[in-house]
């Protein structure tokens, strides 16, 4: 007898359609922007404009219920089933012996319904499961826990292996969060879609606004910094909002979010290493973000890989001793690169600082004071080469290195993915040599002119 074949809770026809509305946004506003602005702005253009909404609506609403009508999934003693489609269908089997994980996520659709979205995660898994159930209720949760054998993350008791994100650290991190670098070209992006929206006599006043004094372009830049950074601390919110880290057995349970809210499993001998990052506005603070690489994880998104998104630096070695002592290890006590490289981490910086302040003195309204971007650039340099260090003792390896934020790379030797060591014309000449070890898709250190004894002898320790 064939197992029944089931449907999705009707939930998952609304969200079939926001997601196929999602993915036609771009075409949708763009129509809407022509048919606005291409005869003039008037109520016809509106009307036009609402009726292509209305139209690119009315079809994301009907490809969700098609969706929604040719998605069946089944479950058999080898495997779970998945099949969609009917005009081109696709057939997912995934066996129940592959199965890590069920990780659930609900949206506002799905708390408005009552429902989850389970991800089936296999070790392969990534930003999206396997096998992807849009809709199902809380009795077909516990139903395919019971299936692959997954237990329910249970509340917590009082002293238990738990660490939440409170209030107040969740603002502090919002506001320390400094994703700045993210936002700023999308700011830009947005500008200039705005001025090219409005024509040529509107492009000519925008014109008029482009600052032609110093004064104007530090204003300017004030004001983009300051957009930036406002965007950047409600996404912070928005991704962290009810953090949670757990640890159950050999896996680490991660909830998040405030509009999605999502609960990940981890197992832990997936995990490669742990990268502790200070950025710009916390070091002061004496605060970090962990992070976490994982197999098969290379494709997920920055917060998913979060394993705290805030912490108190001196808390670090006691947080992983509790949550991941496979990882744990000192931030401190690194040893750091020989004295006379100090000129080697200065120089390049510095060279470029000088470069850039020629051209804006050149190009730019600014004068020679341009120039003295030597001067901070040149103390970036040293700032790297005063974070600069190193540490393998007990088959656990510490790497910490500065770019815009210091971070420091734990994990144990063997979780490498690769090492190498490089060596240019002039290290060469200088008996110097860097050492690069790759531990995963996002997570890999190097440490810079090292003596070319110890970065060969750390090379070798390390094969």
Same mark, same amino acid.
């Given at each position: ?11 998952? @026809?609304?969200?079939?359609?926001? /997601? ?7 075409? !949708? ?6 048919s606005v602005f291409s005869g003039g702005f008037d109520a016809g253009a509106l009307e036009r404009g609402a009726l292509y909404a209305l139209i690119g609506t009315s079809l994301a609403a009907v490809a969700g219920w098609w969706r929604w009508e040719t998605t069946r999934w089944w479950v058999t003693p080898e495997a779970l089933h998945h ?34 979205? $389970? #991800? ?14 849009e809709a199902v209720g809380a009795d077909v949760v516990r139903e395919l826990r019971e299936l692959v054998g997954t237990q329910a993350p249970a509340p917590a008791p009082e002293g238990a292996i738990e660490r939440r994100l409170g209030t107040r650290a969740l603002l502090l991190g919002a506001l320390t969060a400094g994703q700045i670098g ?5 700011? &830009?992006?947005? =500008?200039?879609?705005?001025? /090219? ?7 000519? *006043? ?26 950047? !601390? ?9 953090? &949670? ?13 405030? $509009?999605?809210?999502?609960? =990940? ?8 290493? $742990? ?21 098969? #994880? ?5 917060? &998913? ?39 080697? +981490? ?19 309204? !600014? ?12 103390? +970036? ?32 030797? $063997? /979780?490498? *993915?690769? #090492?190498? @060591? ?42």
């Amino acid at each position: 007898m064939s197992p029944e074949r089931r449907r999705l809770h009707r939930a998952a @026809i609304a969200v079939y359609a926001l /997601n196929a509305l999602r993915e036609a946004a771009l075409p !949708v506003v763009v129509l809407f922007g022509i048919s606005v602005f291409s005869g003039g702005f008037d109520a016809g253009a509106l009307e036009r404009g609402a009726l292509y909404a209305l139209i690119g609506t009315s079809l994301a609403a009907v490809a969700g219920w098609w969706r929604w009508e040719t998605t069946r999934w089944w479950v058999t003693p080898e495997a779970l089933h998945h099949r969609s489609g009917m005009i081109t269908t696709k057939e997912t089997d995934v066996p129940l012996s592959r199965i890590q994980a069920l990780d659930l996520e609900q949206g506002p659709i799905q708390r408005l319904f009552g429902v989850q979205a $389970v #991800h089936v995660q296999t070790a392969g898994g990534g930003a999206r499961g396997e096998i992807v159930l849009e809709a199902v209720g809380a009795d077909v949760v516990r139903e395919l826990r019971e299936l692959v054998g997954t237990q329910a993350p249970a509340p917590a008791p009082e002293g238990a292996i738990e660490r939440r994100l409170g209030t107040r650290a969740l603002l502090l991190g919002a506001l320390t969060a400094g994703q700045i670098g993210v936002i700023l070209p999308v700011l &830009a992006g947005v =500008a200039q879609l705005s001025q /090219n929206a409005f024509g040529e006599e509107s492009g000519e *006043e925008a014109i008029r606004l482009i600052p032609d004094a110093t004064g104007e372009w530090v204003l300017a830049a004030a004001v983009l910094l300051g957009a930036a950074w406002l965007l950047s !601390v409600a996404g912070a919110v928005v991704a962290f909002s009810g953090f &949670a880290v757990s640890r159950d057995r050999d896996r680490l349970r991660i909830r998040r979010g405030l $509009v999605a809210r999502r609960e =990940a499993t981890v197992p832990v001998a997936r995990v490669r290493a $742990v990268e502790v990052v200070e950025g710009v506005l916390r070091r002061p603070l004496r605060l970090a973000a962990l992070r976490i690489e994982v197999i098969g #994880h290379a494709q997920e998104p920055a917060a &998913a890989q979060t394993l705290f998104p805030l912490l108190r630096r001196a808390e670090v070695r006691e947080f992983l001793d509790r949550l991941l002592p496979e990882l744990a290890d000192d931030l401190d006590g690194l040893a750091r690169p020989p004295r006379r490289a100090l000129r080697r +981490y200065v120089l390049p910086p510095a060279a470029l600082g000088l470069a850039v302040g020629a051209v804006a003195w050149a190009f730019a309204p !600014v004068g020679p004071w341009a120039l003295a971007l030597v001067l901070p650039a040149g103390g +970036y340099g040293a700032l790297r080469f005063r974070a600069a260090g190193w540490r393998l003792e007990g088959g656990r390896l510490a790497i910490r290195s500065l770019g815009i934020a210091r971070s420091t790379v734990l994990a144990p030797g $063997v /979780n490498r *993915e690769s #090492h190498a @060591i490089a060596q240019t014309l002039l290290q060469r000449r200088a008996h110097l040599a860097d050492v690069e070890v790759a531990f995963g898709k996002q997570t890999g250190a190097a440490v810079r002119h090292l003596e070319a004894a110890t970065a060969a002898d750390l090379f070798a320790r390390l094969a």
